[in-house]
C-alpha cells in the first residue's frame, strides 16, 4: 500500500517525546452523520462473513475501520472500532475519513474536464501558467508537461521526500503551509529523471497541478473540487477546504509509533497535509464508491479523457506480489489483487489509510477506510484488506 511518505520509528519517538500536543475537546455532536444512500448490507449474501472478518481485524489492535463492497449481489457496508477513541465514540458507515493520495484521481479529473474545455492540454508546461521564478527553483518543473506529472514521469522531485518536510511537520505543527510554501521542500532536491524518461511517484506533481487548477480557472482550488466533482455527482459528504481543513463529521486519525499497539492522536500532524493538489478530501466510503463507478463508467469525463487516465505504462519497481502495482496512469493505478484486476488507487497519511478499487471485469468496488497507521496497525491494515480480497472473490 502507498503511503504519502515513510519516516523513521526513532524519528517519531523522538520527535513526540519533544512535542507533546494539548487536543481540544469534541463534542459528541460533532461525529453525527445520516446513511443517505440505499444500503442492502443486511440482505447482502456475504454479510455475515464481512462483518466478522472487519471486527475480528478491528479487535487485533485498529482503532476503527469502515469496509465497502459493490458486486453483483448488491451493496454491503460496514463498520467497527472507534471514531473517536478518547471519546469512545463508534464508527458508523457514514462516517467521513480523510484519504490523502486517493484525492489525486479527484485532482486528475479536474485536469481533464479543463482540457475538455479548451484551458489547458497535456504538453502544456507549468510554466505556461506559473510564475518561472517560482518553477525554475525547483528541478525539472520547467521542462515536464502535464501530462508527465499526471502520470509521475516529470522527475520532478517529491517534497516529502528526505526529513526537512518531516522535521518542519513536527516542529511548526500550527504553520497553515500554502501550496507554495510547501514546494519549497523540493527546491534543494535534484532531478530525478529527465521529463519522460523513467515512473517516479511525486506528490510535487499533484501539488503543481493544483496550482496550475487555480490559475487556468480562477477558482480556489476548494470552489474546483465543488464545481468539477463534488457537485456533478452530489456528494453531499465530500469536502476540502483551508478553513476549516478538517469538517465536522470526519474521524481522528491515529498512530501506533511503538509497533505495540498503543494509540497516539495525531491530528496536529495530519491537519497540515491537507492544504494540496495531492491530498486532503475528506469523504465517506458511499462517495469514494460513487465516485470511482463514476468515473470508470464515463459519468464524469468524456471517453477521450478516460482512454488517458487508463493508457497504462509498466512501472518498474518493488515487486509487491499478492498486491502488487504493475501499471500506472494518468491519475489512475492498477492492481493486482487476489480478487482480480483493479484500478483505483491507495493513500496513507499521519493517521488515516485508504484504498479505492474498481474492477472492470466484475463490475465490483471495494472501499476500505482505516483511521491509523503505523506499527501494528499496519500490519492489520495489510492482513484485513488481503483477507477481504480473498473473502470477496469466493
Same mark, same amino acid.
Given at each position: 500500500?502507498?503511503?504519502? +511518505?515513510? %519516516?523513521?520509528?526513532?524519528? @517519531? ?54 469496509? @465497502? ?17 478518547? +471519546? ?119 501539488? @503543481? ?71 486532503? %478530501? ?33 512501472? !518498474? ?17 492498477? !492492481? ?59
Amino acid at each position: 500500500m502507498k503511503y504519502n +511518505h515513510i %519516516i523513521s520509528l526513532t524519528l @517519531l519517538l523522538l520527535l513526540f517525546a519533544a512535542c507533546k500536543q494539548e487536543i481540544a475537546p469534541v463534542e459528541a455532536s460533532f461525529y453525527d452523520c445520516e446513511v443517505s444512500f440505499a444500503d442492502s448490507s443486511d440482505v447482502h449474501p456475504k454479510a455475515a462473513a464481512l462483518q466478522n472478518l472487519l471486527e475480528s481485524e478491528v479487535a487485533k489492535g485498529l482503532p476503527g475501520a469502515i469496509m @465497502l463492497l459493490k458486486d453483483a449481489d448488491g451493496l454491503w457496508v460496514g463498520a467497527s472500532g472507534y471514531a473517536d477513541v478518547g +471519546h469512545q465514540i463508534q464508527m458508523e458507515k457514514c462516517h467521513k475519513h480523510l484519504i490523502a493520495s486517493i484525492s489525486k484521481p479527484f485532482t486528475a479529473t479536474i485536469i481533464f474536464k479543463l482540457i475538455e474545455e479548451g484551458l489547458l492540454s497535456l504538453d502544456q508546461k507549468t510554466t505556461d501558467w506559473l510564475d518561472t521564478d517560482f518553477t525554475k527553483r525547483i528541478a525539472n518543473a520547467d521542462k515536464a508537461s502535464i501530462q508527465q506529472m499526471l502520470a509521475h514521469t516529470s522527475g520532478i522531485p517529491d517534497y516529502l521526500d528526505g526529513i526537512n518536510y518531516d522535521l518542519a511537520l513536527f516542529n511548526q505543527p500550527y504553520w497553515k503551509w500554502e501550496q507554495e510554501a510547501i514546494m519549497k521542500f523540493a527546491k534543494p532536491r535534484k532531478a530525478v529523471n529527465a521529463p519522460g524518461e523513467a515512473y517516479y511517484y511525486s506528490n510535487s506533481n499533484y501539488t @503543481l497541478l493544483g496550482m496550475i487548477i487555480e490559475k487556468a480557472t480562477g477558482l480556489s482550488f476548494a470552489e474546483a473540487y465543488q464545481k468539477y466533482v463534488f457537485d456533478p455527482l452530489n456528494l453531499q459528504n465530500s469536502y476540502y477546504g483551508l478553513d476549516p481543513a478538517i469538517p465536522a463529521g470526519t474521524v481522528k486519525g491515529y498512530l501506533d509509533i511503538y509497533g505495540n499497539g498503543q494509540l497516539m492522536q495525531s491530528e496536529h500532524l495530519y491537519e497540515n497535509e491537507l492544504r494540496t493538489g495531492d491530498g486532503g %478530501i475528506s469523504t465517506s466510503a458511499h462517495d469514494l464508491l460513487v465516485f470511482i463507478e463514476s468515473l470508470m463508467k464515463g459519468k464524469l469525463v468524456s471517453d477521450s479523457s478516460l482512454a488517458v487516465m487508463t493508457d497504462w505504462f509498466p512501472v !518498474f519497481g518493488p515487486d509487491y506480489a499478492a498486491y502488487d502495482q504493475p501499471k500506472n496512469g494518468h491519475g489512475l493505478e492498477y !492492481f493486482y489483487t487476489p480478487a482480480g484486476d483493479a484500478i483505483g488507487h491507495t493513500g496513507g497519511i499521519f493517521g488515516f489509510s485508504s484504498v479505492v478499487h474498481y474492477f472492470p471485469e466484475t463490475d465490483m468496488t471495494f472501499v476500505l477506510l482505516i483511521n491509523g497507521v503505523g506499527g501494528k496497525i499496519s500490519e492489520i491494515d495489510e492482513e484485513l484488506t488481503f483477507q477481504a480480497f480473498e473473502l470477496i472473490s469466493q
